[in-house]
């Protein structure tokens, strides 16, 4: 009878560590950031059906990199947790910690199991706040380690090269233009030093957690002419869709 090759515990973690972080690496990048208004997330993204960006609750947003099927359950799962403790509870008790704690919970025992594979995938759950001090960022890795970013993020991709340029660049206070102009010079650039690539908003998809909505749900996403007038450099787009509230009691607007 032949002996069961052996590999030490350490070693079997190091490599699902390894297999997951390339698979990741393959993807193209997420950048999420914070400006003066909210928190916006920019993805480097041609389809307009599979999205990396996603809204989850009223001020949470997920961002996601790696194999699409499997970061779309995480996410589906992630909106029923949110919709069932906001229905069982209150509203206000659906927060970006709980919500990372789940999917920490979830990728950590995948990533132990050695009956299946890791999961290829990097997440990030944010929530914008009622003022910039209160926003959440958490980044959460294939083995279910959750890191509490301030101000900026990246995952996938170029992922290390993209975060160092974000961290010597951003800064409080940006508008969602300049927020805008930084994350896309990120994605563009060469990391080797080459000449940067020109970047489309067909290639870019793009969302924001805007705090100053008068909506309770603060997720919208930037399209079309809206987008390329803020890549522009035109702040007054920000507002184009929901500068003024409906009118009360169902009567019409101006009455």
């Known amino acids: 009878m032949s002996t069961p090759f052996y590999v030490s515990p350490q070693q079997a973690m190091a490599d699902r560590a390894e297999y997951a972080r390339k698979g990741i690496a393959r993807g193209r990048s997420v950048v999420v950031l914070t400006y003066a208004d909210g928190i916006v997330f920019v993805a480097e993204n041609t389809s307009r059906a599979l999205h990396k960006v996603s809204e989850i609750y009223d001020r949470i947003a997920f961002a996601a990199v790696g194999r699409y099927n499997e970061f779309e359950n995480l996410r589906i799962g992630g909106v029923r947790y949110a919709d069932l403790r906001g229905y069982s509870y209150d509203r206000a008790d659906v927060n970006a910690r709980g919500l990372a704690n789940v999917y920490a919970q979830t990728l950590g025992t995948i990533f132990s199991s050695t009956g299946e594979k890791p999961y290829e995938v990097e997440l990030i759950v944010a929530e914008v706040g009622k003022n910039p001090g209160d926003d959440q960022i958490y980044r959460l890795t ?63 998809e793009v969302a924001v957690l805007d705090r100053g909505r008068w909506q309770q749900r603060k997720f919208k996403r930037l399209l079309g002419t809206q987008l390329a007038r803020l890549l522009e450099g035109d702040a007054s787009a920000a507002t184009d869709d929901d500068a003024t509230p409906p009118a009360a009691d169902g009567a019409p607007e101006g009455e």
């Open 142 to 204: 294939p083995d279910g380690s959750v890191v509490d970013e301030h101000g900026s993020v990246a995952v996938g991709g170029n992922a290390e090269s993209i975060a160092n340029y974000l961290d010597q660049r951003h800064e409080e206070g940006l508008t969602l233009p300049e927020a805008l102009k930084l994350a896309v010079d990120s994605l563009a650039r060469d990391p080797n030093g080459g000449t940067a690539r020109t970047m489309t908003p067909d290639q870019l």
